[in-house]
């Protein structure tokens, strides 16, 4: 058993992303991840193409993976307090401080339980993976 | 374009967003007017490092939101 453990702790360690790495991955997967909610929900090419009224969703996909309008408003919600915690962990890095990643991960989780209520196609599928990416550890 | 410059445009994204402004047309016709020198593939490439703004982000996500 105290093998495993020594195994487990080397592959662990190895695999280690320094909290750069994981703030960097963070920031892109949470961004690429709002691109993807925009395509499916306007069929926008990224969120800065959304309509001027960004409140409901016009695609037909929305409507076929039960993306409503309330989800999109709390998505957007949860993703936004994600985006501003990861600013804060990004801050306490530059500072040389230890980052608090408890809160982003609750986050995270949240929009995660979201992603959860839609229909599973691939490219909601893509958006759950990449938000899981945003999960900084 | 330097790090203060996408700063910039950032700021002036998130002052746009915030009011229910369609940006992304504009945002990109401004960066080719400042910067006319750009290739294509650099002004495409300045756009994605605005993109990379958690400013520019969280505020889109917020005016999604109805928060903003």
Not at chain 1, 127 to 137: D, E, F, N, R, Y
């Given at each position: 058993?105290?093998?495993?453990?020594?195994?487990?702790?080397?592959?662990?360690?190895?695999?280690?992303?320094?909290?750069?790495?994981?703030?960097?991955?963070?920031?892109?997967?949470?961004?690429?991840?709002?691109?993807?909610?925009?395509q499916?929900?306007?069929?926008?090419?990224?969120?800065l193409h959304g309509p001027a009224?960004?409140?409901s969703c016009t695609s037909s996909t929305a409507k076929d993976i039960g993306l409503t309008d309330a989800r999109h408003r709390?998505?957007?919600?949860k993703l936004a307090?994600?985006?501003?915690?990861?600013k804060q962990?990004?801050?306490?890095?530059?500072?040389?401080?230890?980052?608090?990643?408890?809160a982003l991960n609750a986050a995270i989780v949240d929009v995660l339980s979201l992603i959860g209520q839609l229909q599973q196609t691939p490219k909601v599928q893509q958006?759950?993976?990449?938000?899981?990416?945003?999960?900084?550890? | 374009?330097?790090?203060?410059?996408?700063?910039?445009w950032a700021d002036v994204a998130v002052r746009l967003a915030g009011v229910g402004i369609q940006v992304a047309n504009l945002i990109h016709g401004w960066i080719v007017q400042a910067h006319p020198t750009l290739t294509p593939e650099e002004t495409h490439a300045a756009y994605q490092a605005l993109m990379a703004n958690d400013d520019v982000r969280e505020a889109l996500a917020k005016q999604a939101a109805g928060l903003a």
């Open positions: 058993m105290k093998k495993y453990l020594v195994l487990f702790a080397i592959v662990a360690f190895g695999c280690a992303k320094t909290p750069l790495q994981v703030a960097t991955a963070a920031h892109d997967s949470l961004g690429l991840a709002q691109d993807i909610e925009a499916l929900c306007w069929d926008a090419p990224d969120a009224v960004k409140t709390l998505f957007n919600e307090s994600a985006i501003n915690l990861h962990v990004t801050a306490q890095l530059d500072a040389g401080k230890t980052p608090d990643y408890l958006m759950k993976t990449l938000v899981q990416q945003g999960g900084a550890k | 374009m330097t790090p203060q410059e996408v700063q910039a």
